[in-house]
């Protein structure tokens, strides 16, 4: 970087399951060329949360303001991010001009922003697990890097299936519990001829299945050009099961729904992750299978 990128952190959701790592992280950001501006401060920790509702609030209002910021990070996910949506501003959130990054529970802020004004995101490492890590994952941090460098970025990755497919649409999606939360909300994008991207941590799949068909019968998913499965892992079968995993499951959705699917996306509650733009206009094409998602177009951080 020619000179440090400021990137805030902010604690939108739950609160650090061990604050005596927080620092690690912030010195690896700083490390990798970040000027850190951290906002969460333990001291306002309240029940489960990593502040009260008000205070998580204003701290991604002050973080968006902050002329020195470049990128807002989520420090980590759990649950929150639902009770602050109606006192959050996203047209001001927008037009700070901030490239905003998280996943799992920051999913739900992601779709709001989206659905009220249409501005992309980044879906992507959070400064608890992925940076306060004792050995963090090179993939996940280069992968986060380029996004922010690259006038292009892309993901590559093995998708099994033999599915041949080449599709242009808006990328967006992520964790499938939050988007099932979401629908019916005015905090639910409506996004036709899009390329979906799920991805779950430890729902069996048959719960994985009930959410992908409450997202079908919603008429949602019969509307996107295709749909990309992330990983789904810490989950447990059991006896009764008999036979039903998470490849049947898929086999049955695939059955069910009119929309190509593929797997493998490297995404997820893992340590090596992908960083998607959501909301980017995007490109998917997979041959003999292995898949590539280009996100053309997006305006690099300089």
Known sequence: MNSPLGIAIFAPSSGPLDDSVIQRGLLKLEELGFSVHNYYQPEQRYQRFGASDAQRAAQI??????????????LRGG?????????????????????????????????????????????????????TRTETSDFTIDSFLNSLRADRHAVSFS????????????????????????????????VEGGILFVEDIAEHPYRVERMMLQLHYAGILQKQKAIVFGDFSGYQLGANDNGYNFDEMLRYLRATIPV???????????????????????????????AEIRMPGWPALK
């Open 61 to 74: 209002h002050m973080a968006a303001e902050n002329p020195d910021v470049q990128i807002v990070m989520a």
């Open 79 to 131: 649950y929150g991010l639902s009770r602050l949506l109606p006192e959050l501003d996203f047209q001001r959130l927008a037009e700070s001009g901030k490239c905003f990054v998280g996943h799992s529970d920051f999913t739900a802020f992601q779709l709001a922003l989206l659905a009220k004004t249409g501005s992309a995101s980044f879906t992507g490492p959070m400064l608890c697990d992925d940076f």
């Open 260 to 290: 190509p699917m593929l797997t493998g996306l490297p995404f997820g509650h893992i340590k090596d992750k992908a960083t998607l733009v959501f909301g980017a206009d995007a490109e998917l094409s997979c041959v003999d299978g292995q």
């Open 159 to 190: 998708s099994a299936g033999g599915l041949d497919i080449k599709v242009t649409g808006k990328l967006w999606g992520s964790n499938l519990a939050m988007l099932t939360h979401l629908i019916g909300t005015p905090y639910f994008p409506d």
